[in-house]
């Protein structure tokens, strides 16, 4: 379930920008643009995101709740308050541990043009 992104110049309580709803993962838009995009998802117990591989890095932040990321077969368990980068072009998919909410910050990779 996608939306509009929020009105900007406006105060948000991150948490509370997306409720959850049963059996679903929420998507709320913050801000799109074409080198990268910021949401916030909620996941009910037992919702994921399939595994994908995007010309995106990512940053995902755990704003509420437990979930498992595994990048490139590797899992990393994450909790409220912690956050890890997704680096593009990994294999990589979100498993829940019960109910969670998250940002996901994707900025496009292959701009960086000589940068070591």
Sequence with gaps: ????????AKT????????YLPNS????????K???????????????????TTPFDAFAQIIDGKAEIVISG???FLETGQSIVIPAHAPNFVRPNGRFK?????IKSGYEIGIS
């Design 34 to 52: 074409s080198t990268g995009n910021i949401s916030v998802m909620s996941f009910d117990s037992g919702e994921g995101l399939t595994e994908r």
């Design 74 to 76: 590797e899992s990393h």
């Design 12 to 19: 948000l309580i991150t948490v509370e920008i997306i409720e």
């Design 102 to 106: 998250m940002i996901m910050t994707m």
């Design 25 to 32: 993962v929420v998507i709320k838009t913050i801000l799109k």
């Design 1 to 8: 379930m996608n939306s509009p992104e929020v009105e900007k």
